[in-house]
C-alpha cells in the first residue's frame, strides 16, 4: 500500500477550528508537563547563500505519533516562481517506527504559528480586543488574521508591509472588517489592541522597532522571532513570555531570542498559572518564539485524527 500523504490542500479541507487547534496544543503541551510528550530542540542549519534549512522532532506517547518536520526557507524560491518555505513532515508509530503519513509542512508551519499566538493571547491579550496591527501581510499574517477574527471581537485591522497586501486586504473584506494600510511600522501598531509582528529580515533594519511603540493594554505576538525589534526595549513590557524556555536554554548565548532573564514564563508555565497572565486592561504583553517541535507534533497529530489516519497497534 502506498503511504498517505496529505497535501497542504487536504490538510485546509480539514477545516481544524483555530479554537480546536488552540486547544489541541494546550493539551500537548499538558502532556508534555506529565512526561509523555518528548521533544528535542530545533535544529538549524545557515548556508552562506542565504537559506535556513530547518527540522523539528518530537515524540507522543498517548497518541503512539512521532513526528519529524523538514524545512527550507530560500528568498531565491521567488524567482523560481516558487513560495520561499517549503516543509514536510513524516509521521511515524513512536513505538514500532512503522510509517503512518506525509504531510505536506506549509499549512501546519501556518496553523500551529497561529495556534501558538492564540494559546499566549487567551493569558496575555485583552478578550475585548478589536483592532490588529500586522507587520507584514504573508502566510503568517493570513493565518493569524483568521485565528483572530474566529477568537475575538475583531472590527478592523491596520496594516504595514513591503508591497500591495493585496490577500490580506481581501480576507479582512470577507471577514466583514475595516482594513487600512500605512506607511510605518510604528503607525501600525500604536493604536492596536493585538500586533503580529511577521515580517521578514530584510524588511527592516535590525533593531529599529520599538516594544515602547505598543499602546497601553496591547499584546504583541512577535511571529518572526523578534529580529527587526531592539531586544532592550522588552523591558519595557509588563510581561514578555516565550514559548519554551528548556528550549532556549539548550541555544548559545548569541543565538537566542533575548537574554533568558527578560522572560517572565513560558507557554507551560502560563498554563500551570506559575508564569502571570495579564492582571489589568492597561498592561501592555508579549510573546515571543521560534516554535517548538510540540507544536508540529500537536498538529500532526491533530490532522492524522481528523483524515482518519492513526497508528497501527504497537
Known amino acids: 500500500m502506498p503511504l498517505p500523504h496529505l497535501t497542504d490542500a487536504d490538510l485546509e479541507a480539514l477545516a481544524l477550528a483555530p479554537a480546536t487547534i488552540r486547544d489541541a496544543l494546550a493539551e500537548t503541551l499538558r502532556a508534555q508537563a506529565r512526561a509523555h510528550v518528548h521533544s528535542a530542540p530545533k535544529s538549524m542549519l545557515a ?8 527540522t523539528t522532532l518530537a515524540a507522543d506517547d498517548e497518541t503512539g505519533i512521532l513526528a519529524v518536520k523538514s524545512l527550507v526557507q530560500n528568498p531565491a524560491n521567488a524567482a523560481r516562481g516558487l513560495p520561499s518555505v517549503g516543509a514536510l513532515v513524516t509521521a511515524i508509530n513512536a513505538q ?3 510509517p503512518i503519513a506525509t504531510l505536506d509542512g506549509n499549512w501546519i508551519t501556518a496553523a500551529r504559528t497561529a495556534a501558538l499566538s492564540m494559546l499566549a493571547a487567551q493569558f496575555l491579550a485583552r478578550d475585548d480586543a478589536q483592532t490588529v496591527g500586522f507587520l507584514g501581510s504573508g502566510v503568517q499574517a493570513s493565518s493569524h488574521l483568521t485565528a483572530l477574527a474566529a477568537l475575538y471581537p475583531l472590527r478592523s485591522i491596520v496594516i504595514h508591509a513591503r508591497s500591495a497586501p493585496t490577500r490580506l486586504l481581501a480576507q479582512a473584506k470577507a471577514l466583514g472588517l475595516s482594513a ?6 510604528r503607525a501600525a501598531i500604536s493604536h492596536a489592541d493585538i500586533v503580529i509582528s511577521a515580517m521578514s529580515r ?3 533594519a535590525p533593531d529599529t522597532l520599538d516594544a515602547d511603540w505598543l499602546a497601553p493594554g496591547a499584546f504583541a505576538s512577535f511571529v518572526d522571532l523578534g529580529h527587526n525589534w531592539a531586544r532592550p526595549s522588552f523591558a519595557t513590557l509588563d510581561i514578555l513570555a516565550l514559548d519554551d524556555l528548556t528550549q532556549e536554554r539548550a541555544m548559545t548565548p548569541e543565538t537566542r531570542l533575548a537574554p533568558l532573564d527578560a522572560f517572565h514564563g513560558d507557554l507551560p508555565a502560563l498554563l500551570s498559572g506559575t508564569c502571570p497572565a495579564r492582571q489589568s486592561a492597561a498592561q501592555r504583553t508579549g510573546f ?3 516554535g517548538p517541535a510540540t507544536a508540529d507534533l500537536s498538529l500532526t497529530a491533530l490532522a492524522l485524527k481528523a483524515a482518519g489516519l492513526t497508528p497501527s497497534p504497537s
Open 47 to 54: 548556508p552562506k547563500d542565504g537559506r535556513l534549512l530547518l
Open 96 to 98: 514500532t517506527g512503522a
Open 180 to 185: 487600512s494600510t500605512v506607511d510605518s511600522p
Open 202 to 204: 530584510d524588511h527592516a
Open 288 to 290: 515571543l518564539f521560534r
